[in-house]
């Protein structure tokens, strides 16, 4: 995932939770979510094990609006770390159908980094959004798809697509920037296989490093990005503790199968 990372900080780049937008990250304001309020929120953890509690998976449809609140608060994030100057990206307040805009199968590389992060999948509601710190960022994003196994089926389709995206161009505020990406399985979390995606490239001269974890619950499939840009991605909390806070929330807001 190319992230939305921060406003005036990777504004360079287009990426996740842009809405196609050259890498311009979301904001989230403070606790806007209705929901948000009667969710579990939790801080910063320590890097989690696989011995984390499985959790009961979502079955029921999410309008967008109702994803943005499942997504965590800035204080969950460690101090340093705020909200980015625009609006969390979401699919709105109705769920939508049809078929995926940017198939993982077909799609180009360059389309994938640029819309990841935005509609476009297949999914029937989404939910994204970034915090921001000196030169790092973090990224949240929530699918939801029709059924459990188009979830499922998305989250096993970034491995082929990364194995085919070893170097690429996409589009840069300077003009165009080149990438690469790397996908494998990643540690279990909650008893749920992951994919980790590494993306690296340069951009205006700087080294960016993206490293994204994806996992498939139920309907959903929940994504946590590092992001660093000429520095390493920050690891605290970790992806993993990310995805899992999202997993709780989400588990207070859904119908639950």
Partial sequence: MVSAVAAGLLATVAGCAT???????????????????????????????????????????????NLESVLLPVSDFPGGFTASSSAPVTSGGSLTSGAAAYPLATVSCSEFVQHLGSTGFGE?????????????AYDQVIYQFPTASAATAFVAGLEPLAARCKSFTAPASSGTATFSLKAAPGVALAGLPTVELDQTGTVSGSALTLDTLFTASGVDVFAASGVGLGTGAPVVPAKETIIYNLMKRQAAAAVLG
Wanted: net charge negative; proline share 10%; charged share 10%.
């Fill in 124 to 136: 029937t509601a989404m939910a994204a959004d970034s915090v921001v710190g000196t030169d790092q």
């Fill in 19 to 65: 809405k196609g937008v050259a890498y311009k990250s979301p904001d989230s304001p403070s606790a806007s979510a209705t929901s948000a309020a009667t969710a579990p929120t939790s801080a910063a953890n320590p890097l989690p094990t696989a011995s984390m509690t499985p959790l009961a998976a979502a079955s029921g449809q999410l309008t967008g609006t």
